[in-house]
């Protein structure tokens, strides 16, 4: 029972780091600061790509669903497992990679955009107790 809730957490926590690299660029126009917690998620997904790591969370998760008595996903990884086949078509892998990477720069872009109009987390926004002044 334990491995196998091992397995869904690790399983879990993938998906949820994916839904990250894609999306949580776009979190940082509401929360400026999500931006230093998206930059090296970011980074760490597109090393894995260009170099070809196998994340850590595969290996959890294959540990636990074998030490739990089911098939593990075998020498594939996550997306290949998950994703590949049934989300997008085999043939459509790198399109996907290339939209996610479409997500993170337009959403970098934007908040460079909204940065550069003062929306952004700058000092010249607030006063000195750190208050935004009224316009």
């Known amino acids: 029972m334990l ?7 690790a399983m879990i926590l993938h ?3 994916l839904v990250h690299v894609t999306l949580g660029g776009f979190l940082a126009w509401l929360w400026p600061r999500m931006f230093w917690l998206h930059l090296p998620v970011a980074a760490y997904a597109l090393a894995i790509n260009i170099i ?3 994340c850590p969370l595969t290996y959890v998760e294959n540990w636990g669903r074998v030490n739990a008595g089911q098939d593990g996903m ?6 290949d497992y998950y994703l ?3 989300i ?3 043939e459509h892998a790198l399109t996907a990679q290339f939209l996610v990477g479409v997500s993170v720069a337009i959403s970098w872009i934007g908040l460079f955009v909204l940065w550069r109009r003062g929306r952004g987390p700058t000092l010249r926004n607030h006063d000195t107790d750190g208050t935004t002044p009224r316009k």
């Open 3 to 9: 491995y196998q809730v091992i397995g869904e957490i």
């Open 15 to 17: 998906f949820a780091f």
């Open 52 to 54: 070809g790591w196998r």
């Open 74 to 79: 075998g020498d594939v990884g996550f997306i």
């Open 84 to 86: 590949t086949g049934i």
């Open 88 to 90: 997008y078509p085999q």
